[in-house]
């Protein structure tokens, strides 16, 4: 996942001065506001903004400590408060994922593809919730869409290369993992697929450098990034966190 250094909520009054012109210009903007029923400035009370929010933050932290089914939980009772607040739906479609609900995890992040079709990290959400229901060609073209707005989001190449692969486009599929990698060699689990898949073909070169690169990493006990997920402050649907 794209991981900053710390994640964080940002001011503690969310209609504070500078908060509210970036609410505005981000859910309110000319198109979105038609799109994005239910979030509208004017239509939510702070009360409201605020009981959402703590159920938010509180789906974030059981989805941080991975209790799945609390964090669906709480997310869906913020969205209750909020309807369509494009992070929680993200949030929310990573979180019925993890609990292999996927026929729900693809109406949640369709929902907010729906919100906002240019939004790459609900389109990456949705292109690995599809992969995962083995609807790989449809996929490939939300993740080359993904890629046309954000053509530097390893997750996106790593998700693309994983519906490549059970398409056996095979050779297509190691130049998207070697792209993810490229991009973000910390993603460990693209690593996984790359060398196996290289081994595969027969890319003996490949295989052994990054084998030995993973091999190192286990060694020093360093976390495995799961590269698909794309969750979300709530205060900022651009800012994510590492689970």
């Not at 400035?41 to 009360?47: L, R, V």
């Not at 209750?80 to 994922?97: C, D, E, G, K, M």
Request: proline residues 4%; neutral net charge.
């Amino acid at each position: 996942e794209r991981c900053p250094p710390k994640a964080e909520v940002r001011g503690s009054n969310p209609f504070g001065c500078a908060n509210m012109l970036l609410y505005l210009k981000r859910d309110l903007r000319p198109g979105r506001f038609q799109r994005a029923q239910g979030i509208s400035f004017f239509g939510t009370t702070m009360d409201t903004f605020e009981t959402a929010k703590d159920y938010f933050l509180k789906g974030l932290a059981f989805q941080q400590k991975g209790i799945w089914d609390e964090a669906e939980r709480m997310y869906s009772e913020s969205l209750n408060f909020v309807p369509n607040r494009l992070s929680t739906l993200i949030n929310l479609a990573n979180t019925q994922y993890r609990l292999n609900k996927l026929e729900n995890a693809r109406k949640t992040a369709e929902k907010a593809v729906e919100i906002d079709p240019d939004n790459s990290d609900a389109l990456c959400q949705l292109g690995a919730i599809l992969v995962a229901r083995g609807a790989n060609e449809a996929a490939v073209k939300i993740l080359d869409k993904c890629l046309s707005i954000e053509p530097k989001l390893a997750e996106a190449h790593s998700n693309r290369g994983n519906a490549l692969k059970d398409l056996k486009r095979l050779d297509e599929a190691l130049a998207s993992y070697e792209k993810a990698i490229t991009l973000k060699p910390s993603i460990d689990f693209t690593l996984g697929h790359y060398c196996l898949l290289a081994q595969s073909l027969g890319n003996w070169a490949v295989f052994d450098k990054w084998a030995d690169t993973i091999i190192q990493k286990t060694k020093a006990g360093e976390k495995i990034c799961n590269p698909w997920a794309a969750s979300q402050m709530f205060d900022d649907p651009g800012l994510l966190y590492q689970s």
